[in-house]
């Protein structure tokens, strides 16, 4: 009641870019994409994610009967052995610590402004950590959160990476190196 409460803007990393159709259909058979990480163009070009609600509704309820429309009953696919035995967990103060690193980096270089020397810096960083989580897994063996910490590296990756290839600002990816279009 004091003093104002602190805002930061959000990031989401991980939004729009999955083309779909009107039914949330990607073009990958029986996958369905809907909600932010979905892009169906209904809002138009500048719009990566889908996160209006009355769009969330309908393109579920639509993806939802076509779903049902088009199951025909599977065999469950065989159990594959797993190459890793599982592990002990590693230190939860080395997990938190690469945690941050992660959010750190991704904040500071690929957050609401981008540019290339920034983008190929957390690159360099990111890669080392996925080095570094390699030889956790080989110290440690295979552990729930050392997969999701793994994860994690792999999903900033490929942010990094696909920002990197695209030089055009629109939507939530802003380029400060090139000129908008």
């Given at each position: 009641t004091r003093e104002p409460?602190?805002?930061?803007?959000?990031a989401h990393f991980a939004c729009g870019g999955i083309l779909t159709d009107t039914y949330g259909r990607t073009n990958v058979k029986r996958l369905y994409a809907i909600g932010e990480v979905a892009c169906s163009g209904t809002?138009?070009?500048?719009?990566?994610?889908?996160t209006s609600l009355l769009e969330s509704l309908t393109f579920s309820y639509r993806a939802a009967h076509d779903i049902i429309e088009?199951?025909?009953?599977?065999e469950n696919p065989?159990?594959?052995p797993y190459e890793f035995s599982c592990g002990t967990v590693p230190p939860e103060t080395v997990l938190e610590s690469l945690r941050n690193i992660i959010k750190?980096?991704?904040?500071?270089?690929?957050?609401?402004v981008r540019n290339k020397p920034g983008l190929c810096y957390a690159s360099g960083v990111l890669t080392q950590l996925k080095k570094e989580i390699l030889t956790l897994k080989n110290?440690?063996?295979?552990?729930?959160p050392l997969l999701e910490l793994e994860n994690m590296v792999d999903?900033?990756?490929?942010?990094?990476?696909?920002?990197l290839r695209n030089p055009i600002s629109r939507g939530t990816h802003f380029r400060s190196d090139t000129s908008p279009t």
């Open positions: 409460t602190p805002v930061a803007p959000g809002h138009g070009a500048n719009r990566l994610a889908s088009r199951t025909t009953p599977k065989p159990v594959l750190d980096t991704m904040w500071a270089f690929a957050g609401v110290q440690y063996s295979i552990s729930g999903t900033a990756l490929i942010v990094v990476q696909s920002a």
